[in-house]
């Protein structure tokens, strides 16, 4: 589903390079981690997959079902079932979330040639999926973000990511900020999600998350590469030994 | 130093003359070079079809209202469904600009007086239309007694070109409060000029809205002034600007008494080469203690040749006072459009979007559920025509 | 321990309030009062100008007096006769010292008792004494550790004596008077002089071109980093004479400049007038850095004596990357109308102002600053603290503007201010004028007064009311102290507490 080869990326005004050849392979029904110290590249590569401004492909591609996704624009990407769950979820003042959602939803459908959903064919649609994700109607009134807490806008992202039923979801520390419980409904919603022709990427910086979210593959990024894959008892054992051995001349 | 020079074809017609921009108060409008038209005072006669398309296109013609309609400048009896009232003779700041143009056109307008809760809105509809370079001058007075509360929408719509010169004065007793919503949707062509008036009695509450997106040139005044404690006034603006519309706004806040609040809010948008301004200036005057006095203008630029000017200005001579004023000037945010394109709303929505949801944060600030509507209506449309 | 060290400096408060208006009784050459062209023939002459400067200086003065002075500024004053002053006056001992040797010994006493020490052998911590220590040190916006500053001293119409010329003329820093310069070095001030600041700009600067006497002159040759703070202190002593200094500082490609501006006048109580005007010019790649702290006489309580301080400062980033940086710590001056300024005119230039400007007494300050981006991703920065207290006017006046063509400009504007008793007026008269979509200005004001809770958890701490006032508004200053050289840092605050004496109970 997702090709990723020897992809070297740098800051658009910089020439430091923050992806160094990073090579990576995801299938249909797959969910893979991807783990790492802070600052070795793994926000940018969810960028550079969903297709943020501000950083340069110098080297490498990828290809998703098939087809060059880099020069795809944001919102082709989406259309084409690329999502992204922030790290950093934006707030956008005077933009209500049910209109967004419906909006992008839409969008969406019409890029694809499918028909609009109607608007009470919508509402169920919705509906349905906060209740699942304890995302209440007062949240759904408010605008994109705004005002919400961590959790909440993390809770938020994954009610995003159900109502757009994504083919690739790509997961960026979804777990920060969330207490137990939080975690626990945030990973049952994603569970849900587990389908066999959807693939997940889940970026993490914890190995708690994956007790909830099995993966089929931990990978270790540190420095821009992929240095280490292994099953998921990989991700044991960077929690027990932390990333210390991955940390390469940390400054 | 205008005395000193020329007058120009408009002056002559309109038997004023005009300020230029050495003027500070007219530094980013100069009246005298913007307004070349020989607009001049005119009995016209106007036809019923034209009138009723053009009431009509208000912007709130789906609101249930009282309505008062004025054709080019004179009170339409057989389309009103309110009485005219006697005008006070008296004209405050008679030395303005505007209220002397407006002295000058012998305005005249109707007076609205509210003595107990006002069941339905009341809208007025000024329509202009049937003459070429018509000088139109209204005047209206709204007065509120104690307790009592009223809507009242001030609507102006035209076709061709002409020059609206329009000053209203509210004043609010004690606990009155009114809500004034204005609809600036003038020809394309047309010239707008503007004042409103107001003064506030203790506890009495204002809450005002104009949406600016009509007329070739748009100059708007408004004076405010707290004449007894605790009263409170919100003051909100959108501009819809768009091709080479210029629009000014001028605001003076005169906190004269203590423990008074006043909020600005102004989104202004402007698109092509138009050229938005926001002037607002907020006095505390000495032993006006515990003025509570904020003020925002924000600007969302659509294109390069775009412009927005502002001068937020603060008069202050009493210190226990908390006031403040804050000014943006930019284009769309960038992480916004990130975001919605990420989610697969592409380029042309998200922007739409995103404008719309910063135009109408002004609205969020109008009470009535259906003018509020109303008015997204009307920003989606614009949007949908830009 | 920042809040004790500054509780002890408001401690140390002087008794008198203007510990600098004390009178040097030295014999002056002045000129006859009045304005003419023959005053400007004469002050051009007694400096041995070439006829150029003469001819430059006559051109200003036909500008001027067909000027009008400006009443925009929220600043108000008995009309100034200006055929009732001395526009030169100079000690007559030295007519132009060599070296230190040469000064006349009162001038030298009048810098020493100023705080200035102008023998080089001295440690010139510029005004802090040796071994006192601010709180703020290790986080100034000073670059050198070493103390050394070299002093333009400037007595009336005159530059006295220039020190550490030798030294910097080593690393090939012109530092010397504008009189010195236009004899030394005339090609570099024709070039540059009035080309930030034209002759006819405006009425203080048009009437400084035609009678100025003197100031410092700056050049810093290219990828040069001047190896010492460069400052110059302007004394006004004689009566009735107007002050007219002019600085240019001109930094080329690749180097660095740190100024500092320092002035007094004595008790009178007849209000003096000061009209000085600065250039600054940066090149490519080059910063220069303009610190002032001006405590000119404020005059009395009520208001009778103080210096007119009408000051045009302007800086030109004229190639790219080049930066210019304006802070000024303004408490003195019965009236201040000053606007340094900053013009972007390089690709990626950038100015920044930052200012405490403190009123008390009948003081009245109108002050503030333009940022003129032209130039593509320039930025700016302007941070604005103004302090209100007695019966004073304390304005805030400035000026955002992207051009047209000044793609991706940058501006972020904070402007506070601060108000002491309720009989002293604040205000903030901003102008932000954007013509291009790309730019970006944020601008943000506030005004109030000092929190009650503040002052009763400082009071409950055991200060006094008034110091427990000067440690709250060292705080409220704090973003700006912190750009003031190392040297000035200590000697401003100490200014704040003294500035608002008087200001509570
Ligand atoms: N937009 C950006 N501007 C500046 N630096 C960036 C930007 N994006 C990423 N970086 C830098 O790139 C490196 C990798 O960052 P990131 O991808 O966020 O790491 P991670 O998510 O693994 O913590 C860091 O050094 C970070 O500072
Ligand atoms: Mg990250």
Redesign the interface.
Known sequence: MLEINNLHVKLEDESREILKGLTLSVKPGEVHAIMGPNGSGKSTLSYVL????GYEVTEGSVTFKGEDLLAL???Q???KGV??A?QY??E????ATM??LK???N??RK?RGQKEMSAPDFMRHVKDRAARLNVSQDMLRR??NVGFSGGEKKRAEIL?MAV?EPSLCVLDETDSGLDIDALRVVAEGVNALRSPDRAMIVITHYQRLLDYIVPDKVHVLSDGKIVRTGGKELALELEEKGYADYVVKAA | MSALLPRTAAEDSLGVSLPNRRSEEWKWTDLRRLVTAPYARKIVAARDADIDRLVASSPFASVKAKRIIIVNGVYDAKRSQLPRGEINAVVPLADDVIVGIGSKLEASGVSLVFDGNADLPVEIVHVATGAAQQAIGVRHTISVAANAAATVIETFVGEGDYLCNTVTEISLAEGARVDRIKAEVESPEATHLSHVIATLAATAMLRDFTLTSGAALNRQNGTLTFLGENADAQIAGTYLLKGRQHADTRLVVDHAVPHCTSRELFKCVMDDNARGIFQGKVIVRPDAQKTDGKQSSHALLLSEAAEFDAKPELEIYADDVVCGHGATAGDLNHDHMFYLKSRGIPEPDAKSLLIAAFAGEAFETIEHEGIRECLSAYAEGWLARR | MADLETIELVKDIDVDKYKYGFETDIESELAPKGLSEDIVRYISAKKNEPQWMLDWRLEAFRVWQNMEEPTWAKVSYPKIDFQDLHYYAAPKSTPAPKSLDEVDPKLLETYAKLGIPLKEQEILAGVRKQGEKSELDGESGGEYASGKVAVDAVFDSVSVVTTFKDELKKHGVIFCSISEALREHPELVKQHLGSVVPQGDNFYAALNAAVFSDGSFVYVPPGVRCPMELSTYFRMNAKNTGQFERTLIIADKGSYVSYLEGCTAPTRDESQLHAAVVELIALEDAEIKYSTVQNWYPGDAEGKGGIYNFVTKRGDCRGAHSKISWTQVETGSAITWKYPSCILRGDHSRGEFYSIAISNGRQQVDSGTKMIHLGKNTSSRIISKGIAAGRSDNTYRGLVSAHRKALNARNFTQCDSLLIGDKCGAHTVPYIESKTSTAQFEHEATTSKISDDQMFYCMSRGLSEEEAVALIVNGFVRDVLQQLPMEFMAETQKLIGISLEGSVG
Request: proline share 13%; glycine share 6%; net charge negative.
């Open positions: 969903s297709g943020r401004e624009e944001p919102d990407r989406a259309a999502f992204l922030f979820p934006i956008i003042p005077g933009v209109q967004f909006v992008a939803l969008a969406q890029a605008p994109v995003q757009l």
